[in-house]
């Protein structure tokens, strides 16, 4: 008896001993995904009418200081920058000076929360988008399409952002509500530039590229994928606002401002260039002579440099609409799914 009262205490010991082992590293590791679940801003959404459920056009951060152009039932109409939307009153509020302010309410449902990175992170996250969007220069415009054999606009975005493993909505006309509004005076490589009215059936939100620096923008049109000058006649005219994917936990860093990489020069001025493409003209003023642009377009062939960060400078050889000649072939509208 003695012997089996032993062995029973053994027994019981060791099962405590098992239940411990198995129930600590689940504990750790519950305390360890806590610790490194990733944070998010919370944003106020921005609708494109006054009425709740309406197509939501973009997000503002909590905090951001608001331009209210009126009021229209239980919202807010607001400048967007490039356009105009509505946000609901609840999500505002208003300083001892009367300025408007975005004041999120959490967990309603005109409020929600995106994933935010630290300024390096969403540097590099920014280029790892403008070097995956590049491969894919030459493939062929698709309707519908949404792989390599073929891309439509929003297919080309969703695809890229997706590889880079921020995936966004598949849809243009979604896409826009799913970043933060920003103006055109402070894009930053990236972020997601819409037009409307382009091609035959072009409305609201009818194209969308992303911006990669310098200007430029990639996009999936009639002539597949192509990087274009965001300033040339077509795009300028046709372009309706943009919105920023890649968002900062904190105070962002001065857009498109990094130090030199290999095989770039950086002029008193600040600005940037590929020692490999640089010339200088009979003034000593420094130029990239890399573009190759149609129709002999010489006014253009020597572009002055840009301030922008190296790894974002423009690719050796593109497309580019000639100032004052819109393009003929442009964008083919895409019908939001």
């Known amino acids: 008896m003695p012997a089996s ?79 105009t939307g509505y946000i609901l009153k609840s999500q505002v509020r208003q300083d001892e000076n009367g300025e408007y302010y975005v004041n999120c309410v959490a967990g309603s449902s005109e409020t929600k929360t995106l994933p935010t990175r630290t300024p390096e992170d969403a540097l590099a996250l920014r280029g790892d988008v403008r070097t995956e969007a590049l491969k894919y220069q030459g493939v062929p415009y698709v309707w519908g399409g949404t792989t390599p054999k073929g891309f439509d606009c929003s297919g080309f975005t969703s695809y890229v952002y997706k590889k880079v493993g921020s995936p966004i909505s598949r849809s243009c006309y979604y896409q826009l509500g799913c970043g933060v509004i920003v103006p055109r005076s402070e894009l930053q490589c990236g972020d997601l530039i819409f037009f409307e009215n382009t091609g035959e059936d072009g409305g609201f939100a009818s194209h969308v590229g992303i911006y990669i620096g310098n200007g430029q923008l990639i996009h999936a049109g009639s002539k597949g994928i192509t990087v274009v000058y965001l300033d040339s006649a077509y795009f300028s005219y046709h372009y309706m606002c943009a919105r920023r994917v890649v968002l900062t936990s904190a105070p962002d860093l001065v857009p498109e401002t990094v130090l030199p990489a290999t ?75």
């Open 263 to 337: 095989g770039i020069t950086q002029n008193i001025n600040g600005s940037y260039w590929r020692e490999s493409s640089q010339t200088t003209d009979e003034s000593g003023n420094s130029f990239l002579s890399v573009f190759t642009l149609p129709g002999g377009a010489a006014a253009e062939a020597h572009r002055p440099v840009a301030d922008t960060p190296p790894q974002w400078a423009p690719p050796c050889t593109y497309t580019s609409t000639p100032q004052g000649s819109p393009d003929k072939t442009a964008p083919k509208a895409e019908i939001p799914a």
């Open 5 to 83: 009262k032993h062995l029973g205490r053994l027994i019981v010991c060791l099962l405590v001993l098992c239940l411990l082992f198995c129930l600590t590293p689940g504990q750790a590791l519950a305390e360890d995904d806590q610790s490194k679940a990733p944070t998010g801003q919370i944003v106020t959404l921005v609708r494109r009418s006054a009425y709740a459920g309406t197509t939501v056009i973009g997000c503002f951060e909590d905090g951001t200081r608001l331009k209210v152009l009126g009021t229209k039932n239980q919202f807010y109409r607001v400048d967007c920058y490039d356009m």
